[in-house]
């Protein structure tokens, strides 16, 4: 194994959530709105005994003053962002997004579940030392 990946952050959480992203999509397949695969996701979250927070709103902040917010989709164990999605494949404008959430949060990892044609995943981190928050 990688040394890296044996120095994952939150390497279990990320991967427990991933089965349950695995289990939604063998359950409900492709052409449904983020919104049932949110929610559906969030009910198999709990089932493995996971804190779950829906529509969690993160501040967006510049030169000290709130300029902003964002709701991210879901987090876990107030650890972890996850940003759900239903589109034909991810692309650059939502790996951005994770990644602003991540820059503007004290979240460092963060995961996009795609629920498009093909399932799909990616994981991000950004490390808290490079954050101005």
Known sequence: MNADLK???H????SRVI??????YNTLGYGFLEKVYEN????????????????YPIQVHYDGKTVGEHIADILVQDSLIVEVKAVK???PEHDAQLLNY???TPIEVG???NFGPKAEFKRKAFNNARKNI
């Open 7 to 9: 120095t994952v952050k």
């Open 11 to 14: 390497k279990e959480l990320t």
């Open 19 to 24: 089965k349950a992203f695995y289990a939604v």
């Open 40 to 55: 559906a996701l969030a009910i198999e979250l709990s089932n493995l005994d996971l804190a779950v927070k829906q529509q």
């Open 89 to 91: 494949t991810l692309g």
């Open 102 to 104: 991540l820059k503007a």
């Open 111 to 113: 995961l996009l579940l």
